[in-house]
């Protein structure tokens, strides 16, 4: 399970300040549109690898094996894109509902 924990450790995502700053001197603060973009999306991608790496860390302290541990982490993500296309077909549905209405 270690491994599992170092990928998505190495799978989280930096954002270059620096890099951001120099470009927005030449832009004129334009590129300030870019870079809130870029920190909101690495910010809600390294809180997503977080709760993954929380709930494998927690299963561990149950006393769960390394195949335990992976079967209902499997399950949780199961659960996690079931409950997100369920929000998104109530968000259509109620879409649609005012649209026709």
Request: include cysteine; charge should be positive.
């Amino acid at each position: 399970m270690n491994e599992q924990l170092f990928v998505l450790t190495s799978r989280k995502r930096t954002t270059n300040h620096i890099l951001h700053l120099l470009l927005c001197i030449p832009t004129f603060g334009l590129w300030l549109i870019v870079w809130g973009i870029t920190m909101s999306s690495n910010n809600s991608h390294n809180r997503k690898i977080d709760r993954q790496i929380d709930r494998i860390v927690e299963y561990k302290a149950e006393g769960f094996s390394d195949t335990e541990t992976f079967k209902q982490t499997k399950a949780d993500k199961a659960d996690d894109d079931a409950f997100q296309l369920k929000v998104i077909f109530a968000i259509i549905v109620v879409g649609l509902y005012f649209y026709f209405r």
